[in-house]
């Protein structure tokens, strides 16, 4: 095996977490969290790259006593655990300031489970409330990434999406994201078995910053050309051709998602007929003998849903009226997603509603297959 290198990876993403205000840094005046606020939550580190996180996880609990997998909310046990951190970097050399950030209270909500995406590949998951500690200062940066690949074509793959990173702040999930879009953009190019492994380096002192080194092993496969690609539209679009709409053909190279056009348009039609829960499945079987894949994609519609309560605020009798011609749907009707999303530019055409700025509130029950729709004027 030979390889080649290059150093930067785009990793195109920009993370904001919602945070509380308390306690945002150590030097940071606090207060105490809401009543209603969860008395433990998990904890996790962004950027302490000296240690693993378990051997971080096994110093803290030697320092602090009865220390767990969880800790307290409170001001003095979130700012115990900042000034333990401290003392560790400290016995390093390292004067540091530790911050710590916890997940906004709206966060604690139960959040959906994000599906793999076209390529199989799972997303670093979206955080779970926790409380995060990082080093603020002295800055923690990615010094560089060195791409290794025995494929020119992988290697240059990566490279088309690859933008100069050095310099660019090093944190836990940043790492993950960048393993992550390497495979993606591998297998957007074909290579529908590529893995990546990404490793970080020894870290060094440069001036008042710490750099942190990255090196990314592409192990790309082979690159898998179409043998089959069609598409089921569905009861509503039953035997209808498609194939005008799929952007790759047989003998073509895999790559990007061949039902991104066809996807689309088939959504907005079910959903336009009431069929809010439509589904569409459009993974690719993979033949990896002899690098070939098969696209198919499936619609499952689920239940139509139907409109069952339609209210109406700040408007006279008389716009009332017209907006429910414009609206072109009563109770009992299917709910058509697109007589809602039309509404707006009707409105702005008709002279009685001139200036009215109609806004809608759409609330779906799923148990009885419903939709209950509030239209207002915030004029």
């Given at each position: ?92 050399g390292i004067t540091a300031e530790v911050q710590s950030e916890e997940t906004s209270y709206s966060a604690l909500h139960p959040q959906e489970t994000e599906e793999p995406d076209f390529w199989n590949l799972q997303p670093p998951p979206i955080p779970k409330p926790h409380i995060e500690f990082s080093i603020l200062t002295p800055k923690i940066l990615i010094a560089k990434v060195e791409l290794q690949s025995d494929l020119d074509a992988a290697l240059q793959a990566v490279q088309t999406e690859a933008r100069e990173n050095e310099g660019k702040p090093y944190s836990g999930f940043v790492f993950s994201f960048m393993q992550y879009r390497a495979e993606k953009v591998l297998r957007q ?191």
């Amino acid at each position: 095996m030979w390889s080649k290198t290059a150093t930067g990876f785009f990793f195109g993403l920009v993370l904001t977490l919602g945070c509380t205000n308390w306690p945002a840094t150590a030097s940071a005046q606090s207060k105490e969290p809401p009543a209603n606020y969860p008395p433990r939550l998990p904890y996790g580190f962004s950027n302490f790259v000296w240690w693993s996180d378990d051997e971080l996880r096994v110093a803290l609990k030697k320092r602090i006593p009865g220390l767990g997998d969880e800790i307290s909310t409170t001001s003095r046990a979130i700012g115990g655990m900042r000034e333990a951190l401290t003392a560790l970097l400290k016995e390093k050399g390292i004067t540091a300031e530790v911050q710590s950030e916890e997940t906004s209270y709206s966060a604690l909500h139960p959040q959906e489970t994000e599906e793999p995406d076209f390529w199989n590949l799972q997303p670093p998951p979206i955080p779970k409330p926790h409380i995060e500690f990082s080093i603020l200062t002295p800055k923690i940066l990615i010094a560089k990434v060195e791409l290794q690949s025995d494929l020119d074509a992988a290697l240059q793959a990566v490279q088309t999406e690859a933008r100069e990173n050095e310099g660019k702040p090093y944190s836990g999930f940043v790492f993950s994201f960048m393993q992550y879009r390497a495979e993606k953009v591998l297998r957007q190019s074909g290579y529908l078995s590529a893995d990546v492994q990404l490793n970080r380096g020894p870290v060094h002192q440069a001036g008042d910053d710490y750099l942190a080194p990255l090196s990314m092993i592409l192990n790309a496969g082979p690159r898998y050309t179409v043998s089959d690609i069609s598409a089921d539209g569905g009861p509503l679009l039953h035997g209808r051709d498609l194939s005008t709409l799929f952007t790759v053909k047989v003998g073509d190279v895999a790559g990007r998602d061949p039902f991104q056009r066809v996807e689309s348009a088939l959504r907005t039609y079910y959903q336009g007929a009431g069929y809010l829960d439509v589904k569409i499945q459009d993974q690719p079987s993979l033949d990896k003998e002899h690098a070939k894949v098969a696209y198919h994609l499936n619609v499952t519609p689920g239940s139509v849903y139907r409109l069952r309560q339609l209210a109406f605020r700040n408007l006279t009798a008389d716009q009332e009226s017209k907006v429910r011609e414009l609206l072109g749907m009563k109770p009992g009707d299917a709910f058509s997603t697109a007589s809602v999303d039309g509404l707006t530019v009707k409105c702005e055409r008709e002279p009685l509603l001139k200036g009215k700025g109609i806004v809608f509130e759409i609330k779906k029950d799923s148990a009885s297959d419903s939709v209950d729709l509030t239209l207002s004027s915030f004029n």
